[in-house]
C-alpha cells in the first residue's frame, strides 16, 4: 500500500511555542491530506481538509489561526500549533488521498501520527 | 448528518477463536464506503477491510470478513482464528462516496486478544 510518513513522531514543547508537523505522502501524489485530533481512548476527530495549493477547510469548533494548515505541494502537508496550550497536548494524525484511480477506491492512507506534549 | 455506533468499548477473545465488533451507522445516502481500521499500540491505523455500498457481496479479507446489512445499516467485523497480533482498538469508519475523502469514525472497540 501507499506510504503516509508523520514528523516528528514525538515532540515536547514549552506552553507558547509553536510546533510544526508534517506529513508527506512518499510513493504518491496526495491531493487532499486530512488532519485528525485523537485524545486519549478516544476516536479520531477531523480537524481540518487540506488541499494541495487552496486553504484548508477547517471543522467547525476548530480555531483556524491556532492550528495553521499548509499543503504547498502535492506530497507534503504541514499542521502548525501556534502558541501552544497544555490542552493542546494530543496525538495528531494526517491521513492522504491519492490522484484518480488511488480516490476511486476510497481509501485513505494514515500517517504514523504526531503525539504532543506541551508544557 | 452521519453517524457511526460501535456499541462495544471493549473486547476479549481467547487465541485462535472467533469474535464478531459490532457496528451500526446512520445516514440517508446511497452511495458510500464503510471501513474497518486497526489501531495497535504503535497507533498507525491500519485498513483492515473496506465495504462499498452498492455491492452487496460481504467483503473478506483473510481472516477478516464483514457482515453487512445495508437495510439494517450494519457493519459488523468477525475475526477468525484470532492471534495476539489482533490486539488493537478497532474503528468503523464511514466515508461518502464522492467525498472529499472525510473519514467518519465510530468510537472504538478495544480488542484484547488472550494466550
Known amino acids: 500500500g501507499a506510504v503516509v510518513s508523520q514528523h516528528p513522531s514525538r515532540v515536547i514543547c514549552k506552553s507558547g511555542t509553536s510546533v510544526k508537523i508534517e506529513c508527506r505522502s512518499l510513493d504518491f501524489q496526495a491531493t487532499t491530506m486530512f488532519w485528525y485530533r485523537q485524545f486519549p481512548k478516544q476516536s479520531l476527530m477531523l480537524m481540518a481538509t487540506?488541499?494541495?495549493?487552496?486553504?484548508?477547510?477547517?471543522e467547525q469548533g476548530v480555531e483556524k489561526d491556532k492550528f495553521l494548515i499548509n499543503h504547498a505541494s502535492l506530497t507534503l502537508s504541514t499542521l502548525t500549533v501556534t502558541s501552544a496550550h497544555p490542552e493542546d497536548s494530543s496525538f495528531y494524525i494526517c491521513?492522504?488521498?491519492?490522484?484518480?484511480?488511488?480516490?476511486?477506491?476510497?481509501?485513505?492512507?494514515f500517517g504514523e501520527g504526531s503525539r504532543l506534549t506541551v508544557l | 448528518a452521519q453517524t457511526v455506533t460501535q456499541s462495544q468499548p471493549e473486547m476479549s477473545v481467547q487465541e485462535a477463536e472467533t469474535v464478531t465488533l459490532s457496528c451500526t451507522y446512520d445516514?440517508?445516502?446511497?452511495?458510500?464506503?464503510l471501513f474497518w481500521y486497526k489501531q495497535p499500540p504503535s497507533r498507525q491505523m491500519i485498513l483492515v477491510i473496506r465495504?462499498?455500498?452498492?455491492?452487496?457481496q460481504n467483503a473478506t479479507e483473510n481472516r477478516f470478513s464483514v457482515n453487512f446489512q445495508k437495510a439494517a445499516k450494519s457493519f459488523s467485523l468477525k475475526i477468525s482464528d484470532s492471534q495476539l497480533g489482533d490486539t488493537a482498538m478497532y474503528f468503523c469508519a464511514f466515508m461518502k462516496r464522492g467525498s472529499q475523502g472525510n473519514l467518519i469514525f465510530g468510537k472504538g472497540t478495544k480488542l484484547s486478544v488472550k494466550p
Open positions: 491521513s492522504a488521498k491519492g490522484l484518480a484511480g488511488m480516490s476511486n477506491t476510497g481509501e485513505l492512507f
Open positions: 487540506s488541499n494541495e495549493g487552496s486553504k484548508a477547510t477547517y
Open positions: 445516514t440517508s445516502e446511497s452511495n458510500y464506503y
Open positions: 465495504q462499498e455500498a452498492y455491492k452487496q
